[in-house]
C-alpha cells in the first residue's frame, strides 16, 4: 500500500484537571499539541514504541508548553509555535507545514483572541484550536480582543462543516449550561447535553467535535442569530447595534455566570 505511512490516528491523553494533550500518530510520525505536561505523552510514546517527531503548540499559557523542555531533552524533536514560545520555528499563521514523516502538511491559521498570538493547526480534516474554540464555548480574552476573537471564530466557521474541533479543554458541559441560558429553545442544545452526559458518565471524552454540530448549539457561533442577541439585551438591559459589541458582552455574561 501507501509507502509514506498509515493514516492519521489521533491519542487522547489527559492531563491536569480538564486538559487533554492530542498526539498524532501515522506509522513515520508522532505529532504532540499543547503538551503541557511531558509525563503522559511519555508513557504514550513508550507504549507505541515510537519517539516525538514534532511539537506544534497554540500558545503559550502554562497548560500547554509545561512540557515542552523535558520532551524536547529526550526526543530532540522541533517545535513549531508563536514569538512568546521557545520555538524552532516561528509562526504566525498563513505557513505550511511539511513536518518529515507526517503523510498530510499543515496548515497553521492565526485565531487570535484568548490571546493576541494565539495559533490553531489544521491537518487533513481535523482542527486543533487550543484555547481559541471549545464544545459549546470559547476561550476568555487575555490579551487578545473580542473583535480578535469574533472574526477568529468566523474564520473557523468558514471551514468545511466537517472539520473535526479538537480543543484543549473538557470544558463541555460547563459550556451548555450557559448555552441552555441563553437558547433555553435550543433543541440542539438538550440533545448535546444529553450526549455529553452520556459520555462523562461512561468515563469518555465528549471531543471531538464536528464544525457542523457547534454552528447548531455554541452560543459564541452564534452571536449573529436573533435568538442569541435578544437573550444578550434582555441580559445586559439596553439594546445594542455592532457585532462586536453583542459578541463581548456575551463572553462577559459567561465569564460572570
Ligand atoms: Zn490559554
Same mark, same amino acid.
Given at each position: 500500500m501507501c509507502s509514506r505511512g498509515k493514516l492519521l490516528q489521533v491519542l487522547t491523553l489527559p492531563a491536569f484537571n480538564d486538559n487533554y494533550i492530542? !498526539? %498524532?500518530?501515522?506509522?513515520?510520525?508522532?505529532?504532540?499539541?499543547?503538551?503541557?505536561?511531558?509525563q503522559p505523552v511519555i508513557a504514550a510514546l513508550d507504549e507505541l514504541q515510537k519517539p516525538l517527531s514534532a511539537i506544534l503548540v497554540t500558545h503559550h499559557h502554562w497548560d500547554h508548553v509545561d512540557g515542552i523542555a523535558e520532551l524536547v531533552e529526550k526526543y530532540q524533536c522541533p517545535v513549531y509555535g508563536n514569538t512568546r514560545v521557545s520555538a524552532?520555528?516561528?509562526?504566525?499563521?498563513?505557513e505550511t507545514l511539511d513536518i518529515a514523516g507526517l503523510l498530510q502538511k499543515v496548515q497553521v491559521l492565526s485565531v487570535p483572541g484568548h490571546t493576541s498570538d494565539h495559533l490553531a493547526y489544521l491537518i487533513g480534516e481535523r482542527l486543533f484550536s487550543g484555547d481559541t474554540l471549545f464544545s459549546a464555548g470559547c476561550g476568555k480574552l487575555?490579551?487578545?480582543?473580542?473583535?480578535? !476573537? %469574533?472574526?477568529s471564530l468566523e474564520q473557523i466557521c468558514a471551514l468545511p462543516?466537517?472539520?473535526?474541533?479538537?480543543?484543549?479543554?473538557?470544558?463541555?458541559?460547563?459550556?451548555?449550561?450557559?448555552?441552555?441560558?441563553?437558547e433555553p429553545d435550543n433543541v440542539w442544545v438538550d440533545q448535546r447535553i444529553e450526549q455529553a452526559l452520556q459520555l462523562r458518565g461512561q468515563g469518555l471524552t465528549t471531543l471531538p467535535v464536528r464544525l457542523v454540530d457547534e454552528k447548531r448549539y455554541n452560543p459564541f457561533l452564534r452571536s449573529r442569530e436573533n435568538s442569541v442577541k435578544v437573550a444578550i439585551e434582555n441580559h445586559i438591559g439596553r439594546s445594542l447595534n455592532q457585532d462586536v459589541d453583542?459578541?463581548?458582552?456575551?463572553r462577559r455574561w459567561k465569564d460572570n455566570f
Open positions: 492530542w !498526539l %498524532l500518530v501515522e506509522s513515520t510520525a508522532t505529532v504532540v499539541v499543547d503538551p503541557g505536561d511531558a524552532d520555528y516561528l509562526l504566525q499563521g498563513g487575555f490579551d487578545g480582543t473580542a473583535q480578535q !476573537l %469574533l472574526n462543516e466537517q472539520t473535526l474541533i479538537y480543543p484543549t479543554h473538557e470544558y463541555t458541559q460547563n459550556n451548555l449550561r450557559f448555552a441552555k441560558a441563553v453583542f459578541f463581548a458582552e456575551l
